[in-house]
């Protein structure tokens, strides 16, 4: 397998794209349908709503006090032939172990909205993430605009919020942040 640069025209398993991945000195990938995409660099806005993200969850969890926690970036999400590493998440139960790559019991997962992977965030892992049992939530966040759309399992399908200020309850496992704890610290 060529370690420098992965074909487009391949299928990679996800033990091929882990051995690929890990022998790269720079740069962030995903593997999607079997195919590895490079992760675009991201933006300051980027940066801080995800930051702000990631300490609210924390916060969440202490206050409610559930065996659960907050990872930032960098934690994949094995979905079918996809591998995912969102902006953050919250896995429950378990914890990651020390030397694991994915996150065992995701729950909640967050995604902050970029120019080049938007359309991907809002449609094709929509899907993948809640093919996960585990996900039980899925917040995707405008860097710029104060907007959280929330997704939420809810019986047979997928109960949908914009949500523009105020709490956002998860349960499980039993947090809430707020949209002020995104975008108040920004």
């Avoid at 995800?50 to 930032?72: E, N, T």
């Avoid at 030397?99 to 970029?114: F, K, Q, R, Y």
């Avoid at 996960?132 to 959280?148: C, D, E, G, K, W």
């Amino acid at each position: 397998m060529d370690l420098a640069q992965p074909s487009a025209d391949r299928y990679y398993s996800r033990e091929e794209f882990r051995q690929w991945y890990e022998a790269q000195t720079k740069g962030r990938y995903e593997r999607v349908d079997g195919v590895i995409v490079a992760m675009a660099p991201e933006r300051g806005a980027h940066l801080r709503v995800k930051g702000a993200v990631y300490s609210a969850l924390k916060r969440a969890i202490a206050d409610a006090g559930v065996p659960c926690q907050a990872l930032p970036d960098g934690a994949t999400v094995e979905t079918g032939d996809s591998d995912y590493e969102p902006d953050a998440l919250v896995n429950c139960g378990e914890p990651m172990a020390d030397d694991a790559i994915a996150a065992p019991n995701p729950v909640i997962i967050v995604e902050v909205l970029s120019p080049g992977t938007a359309s991907t965030d809002t449609g094709g892992k929509l899907a993948d993430y809640f093919r996960v049992p585990s996900v039980a939530h899925y917040l995707i966040v405008h860097p710029t605009r104060r907007t959280v759309t929330y997704h939420r399992r809810a019986g047979d399908g997928i109960d949908t919020r914009i949500i523009v200020n105020g709490p956002i309850a998860m349960a499980p496992p039993g947090i809430v942040i707020t949209v002020e704890e995104i975008y108040g610290a920004v």
